[in-house]
T-cell receptor, first 114, second 112 residues
């Protein structure tokens, strides 16, 4: 069964610290991997998208990595801010095009404390 | 340029009633996707529609659930004879061509 597993399930860090979230997937075929941020009560917002040939992509303080051989990805958040408190979701698209499905992980809930 | 608009944001229904969830895609987007997020679970694909066509409904429950995206107006996700297990957040996303999907803020459905 195609799956996307994330760890840790939840994380608490102090403002200004860095953190790294992990994602392992078994989805096949594979088109791309995305990281989304979902604030409480809101819809997911895309942070990064990486295809098979990309192994790192940055968006401000967010840096995502992808190892397509081991089927692992990470999201690194630098110099965390209170507004980073949210759920971070790893999503794998199985095929290119509109008929490709997005397969979602359960998310890592991050809480940044002052 | 408004994003994906979903309404209502919160919907309360009693068991056996019907629930209608609406989604207006972003301007220029002709592809609509519906997802369900059960408590403590990730989002799950339900259905993919283009104008007047259901392209993929492999994630839809076989009974009581239906979706449409008419030529004019929003996409509608309809749940008939709701049960407690239908309580969830329902998200709509839209896209243009093969571009990334943009998500709405969801409808939280509660069944009494």
């Amino acid at each position: 069964k195609n799956q996307v597993e994330q760890s840790p399930q939840s994380l608490i860090i102090l403002e200004g610290k860095n953190c790294t979230l992990q994602c392992n997937y078994t989805v096949s075929p594979f088109s791309n991997l995305r990281w989304y941020k979902q604030d409480t009560g809101r819809g997911p917002v895309s942070l990064t998208i990486m295809t098979f040939s990309e192994n790192t992509k940055s968006n401000g303080r967010y840096t995502a990595t992808l190892d397509a051989d081991t089927k692992q990805s990470s999201l690194h958040i630098t110099a965390s801010q209170l507004s980073d408190s949210a759920s971070y979701i790893c999503v794998v698209k199985d095929r290119p095009g509109n008929t490709g499905k997005l397969i979602f992980g359960q998310g890592t809930t991050l809480q940044v404390k002052p | 340029n408004a994003g994906v608009m979903q309404n209502p944001r919160h919907l309360v229904r009693r068991r056996g009633q019907e629930a209608r969830l609406r989604c207006s895609p972003m301007k220029g987007h002709s592809h609509v996707y519906w997802y369900r997020q059960l408590p403590e679970e990730g989002l799950k694909f339900m259905v993919y529609l283009q104008k007047e066509n259901i392209i993929d409904e492999s994630g839809m429950p076989k009974e009581r659930f239906s979706a449409e995206f008419p030529k004019e107006g929003p996409s509608i996700l309809r749940i008939q004879q709701v049960v407690r297990g239908d309580s969830a957040a329902y998200f709509c996303a839209s896209s243009s061509g093969d571009q990334p999907q943009h998500f709405g803020d969801g409808t939280r459905l509660s069944i009494l």
